[in-house]
């Protein structure tokens, strides 16, 4: 395992390829939620891993760093990977409009960036794929209802993780 390529080129030549599980933090971690905005590349690993490994793994949108949870957030935010050019990865970021501690609720801000997520996937949806995850936060913007932070969260790993199935098996 090579985890955050921690590893020399040299030491990394004397390893097996069919032994080596490729693993690197891919996700950009910024200070607070407000601080994401628009979309960046995550990665293509997935498109070429085989010529230097057995597999490859990412940390998802959680990044490797754990951080304890805290209060209540200033903003909330949705961070959704994407198919782009050809089959790279990318990430999108929705950002709840109101962005103050003490400006509207927690669910409100969900709904926001849920809105926002909603519309893109509406607008792309070769791009973001479909999965129980998108359908799910479909279903809460219709019914104007909040699951809560840690099912937002859940539903942005259970995406990506769906979405690189789909890449990787040419579903999508």
Request: charged letters at 25%; glycine letters at 8%.
């Given at each position: ?8 080129a040299?030491?990394?030549?004397l390893?097996?390829?069919?032994k ?25 690993r ?53 962005i ?38 479909a ?34």
């Amino acid at each position: 395992m090579n985890l955050q390529e921690r590893m020399s080129a040299a030491h990394r030549a004397l390893l097996p390829r069919d032994k080596v599980v490729d693993i690197h933090d891919e996700f950009q971690r910024k200070a607070r939620n407000s601080d994401y905005e628009g979309i960046e590349f995550f990665t293509d690993r997935h498109l070429n891993f085989r010529n230097v490994a057995l597999g490859f793994g990412d940390y998802t949108i959680l990044g490797a760093a754990f951080e304890a949870g805290g209060g209540q957030p200033s903003a909330v935010a949705i961070h959704a990977t994407y198919k782009e050019r050809g089959a790279e990865v990318w990430v999108e970021h929705f950002v709840s409009d109101d962005i103050e501690r003490d400006v509207g609720t927690v669910g409100e801000k969900f709904l926001q960036a849920a809105g926002k997520l909603i519309q893109r996937v509406r607008e792309a949806p070769r791009a973001f794929g479909n999965d129980e995850a998108l359908q799910a936060y479909a279903n809460d913007v219709a019914e104007q209802h909040f699951p809560g932070l840690p099912k937002n969260k859940e539903r942005q790993i259970y995406h990506h993780l769906a979405l690189m199935h789909q890449l990787l098996t040419g579903a999508l």
